[in-house]
């Protein structure tokens, strides 16, 4: 059964209308979308713990950064296949998630930002001590043989525009559907009852720090997911994309869409990545520029642009 | 449910929606803010991705004045093939995401017939797979040995700077014979110290000298103090690559634990760049030797092109701005954009480039070039350039801080700092 239904059919036209793009959309803004449907993802991984269970960390760029690695490193080093990679990328990033999530949720709120930084942090140093492995700041750029795969008797190759499209699309899909069941079902609410008051859950009889822990591998897994895809698909891994930057761009992604709406990462991801783009070529000073609209956004819109909707007009759109 | 839903602070329904669909347009639509709808064959578009902003900003600052100036000289001379010559800049951040994102812009949007510019070996690294993808010549103006090593594919090019092989190399055995054997290297703990590192102990071996210590420190530090007992006694030389903001405090402690029975010490000017040699800071440096590729202070012997090269892009004898003394160039490193640029406009006439149609035999020809004599198109001086590797060879200078200023005591010939090809991209296809 769907709870939600109207947010179910929204979510279908979006992914219909995201498709329709590719038709529609100049070369160039067919790339961007790549990019932006990929760094949603990583976004929706950051929403899930921050909008829906109420958490603020600071560290999530170790998230990415590990689906990154553990993808990318087992390509260059043991040319495992792509979806091969994929995958493990994917189970390391839950893995690490779980294991971070043990140890920083035994913290809260202003603690628990400074513990997941401080473990960011060193994530992040250690993929510059280990930089013989890692290929440190410099990074590794992925051998040709791992620019392509086979699927279901196709060969499919990433440096084929519309194939990259394509591909982050059905994945961003693919979790934008996972989390809509996860959030809008009863672990979703969960995790509500858990942001709103915490106490009171734990007296109805729920185990609020395996609520949290839950929520948090699921953060940190979706997180590492768009990291191994960003690393499959752009053929490049450095330890730039583990640094504290990309912990801040999860959250202005986030903030600038609206915590705790499902399309707020990606609405947030799309504003943020266009108005850089578009004002990084009209003046050196766009980040200043960014960050006025931020301070605005936050002063006027706090709960973000479809969080502001969703208060003001449609209380489904969550 | 109110019309203003907006709290009644005059925002109606109807406006909001105006504003993010006309905010939407703005932002979702090429060609609406800037030249991006260019027609092939009126110009030749050259995308210029540069450090704007970001650890690498001093540097891209400097490149983009001298790649300004060099355009100028470009077009007043004509062109390239009798079209006008145009430079797209785009900010980077000096980041490897933003590095790749406007590689994409200059290829699906501007429609550039080339890319050149980047010197951060991240963003580098990052940005070169994307350009072989979308089939854009990628000229570099870096020094990491990742292209020379067969790292990268056909359409990367780095046919004015050296790399850091090349450079270490090259002036391993001046230092073994005028400064010492024992070497204790101090370097970032990040890649680019490793680079030496590593290039630093096979060069100093192959001297039969040693490296005695080496010690790495952490890129978040800034303060060395518990670093310099480290320093073994019987070091003849100390050889740093200190790169960032803490570089100053690097050379003041450095000062305050040697004090004045010092050990010869040598240095890439990597770590002071657009810093103000002159400077009660840096007054422990005096006597002390540095790598440049360029020489910051106008020599005594200085060359036509050299002062030709400071003149147009603007910069005294002292390689600082003309209208700002203040303002220190990279003089060391931005050489190379100029170069660069003249060294795509040569292949591009060899090849009668008229659009981005024959951008491949533009890249033979690049490919089939052996080098550039030293001139106004090339102040820095002669180069041989590896069409199989893609990557130039050249002079390098070994300067001596003489009363603040740089003055050069050696000057390697291009056959000192050649070594055997690692990789023959002429084998791949485009």
Known sequence: MIHNGRLFALILATIAVLFALQFALSDYLVLAATRILIMAVFAMGYNMLMGYAGLLSLGHAMFFGAGLYAAGLSSYYWGSSLPVSFLIGILASAAFSFVIGLLALRTT???????TLMFAQAAYLATLYFSRITGGDQGLTLPTDARSFSLLGHQMDMTSDPVRFNLALA??????????FVTQGPLGRLFAAVRENEPRTRMLGFDTYRVRLAAFTISGTVSGLAGALYGLVFG??????????YSIEALLFTLVGGPGTLLGPLLGTTV????????????????????????????????GILGTIRERALPWLK | MSKEFFGGRGVTRRRLLQGITSGGAVLAAPGLIRGAQAQAGDAIRLGAPFHRTGIGASYGRWYERTAMAALKVINDQGGINGLPVEIIVED??????????????????????????????????????????????????????TLASGAF??????????????QVSSMAPWIASNLGKKVTLIYPDFNFGYDHRDNMTAAIQAQGGQVVADIAIPPTETSFTRYMPRIPFNTDVIYHVMVGPAVLTFVKELGEHLGSKRPEIFGFIDSLEAVDMDIPQLEFLEGTYFWEAMPRYAQADQSAADRDFRAAVGVDGNGASLSDPKDVATYAHMFSVW???????????????????????????????????????????????????????????????????????HRTSIEDTLYPDECDYTQMSF
């Open chain 2, 339 to 409: 170069e660069t640029l003249f060294a795509i406009k040569q292949a591009m006439e060899m090849a009668d480039y008229r659009g981005p149609g024959q951008k491949i035999a533009m890249m033979e020809a690049m490919e089939s070039i052996a080098g550039f004599r030293e001139g106004t198109e090339f102040p820095q001086g002669d180069k041989l350039f590896n069409g199989k590797t893609h990557q130039a060879f050249g002079h390098q200078n070994i300067s001596q801080v003489t009363d603040g200023r740089l003055e050069v005591v």
């Open chain 2, 92 to 145: 980077d951040g000096t980041d490897p995401k933003r590095g790749v994102e406007v590689m994409e812009k200059f290829a699906a949007e501007y429609k550039v017939d080339a890319v050149f510019g980047h010197l951060f070996s991240h963003v580098v690294a990052a940005t070169a797979p994307r350009a072989g993808e979308l089939k854009m010549p990628y000229f570099l103006c870096s020094e990491a040995h």
């Open chain 1, 171 to 180: 994945i961003f899909a693919l979790v934008l559907v996972f989390m809509f």
């Open chain 1, 236 to 245: 490049y891994i450095g330890s730039a994309f583990a640094g504290f930057h």
């Open chain 1, 109 to 115: 709120g202003v603690s628990f930002m400074i513990v």
């Open chain 2, 153 to 166: 594919n056909r359409y990367c090019f780095q046919p004015s700077i050296t790399d850091v092989k090349s």
């Open chain 1, 272 to 303: 943020m990545t266009m108005l850089i783009d578009r004002l990084s070529g009209l003046t050196t000073a766009y980040l200043m520029i960014v960050g006025v609209i931020l301070i605005l956004v936050n002063r006027w819109f706090p709960k």
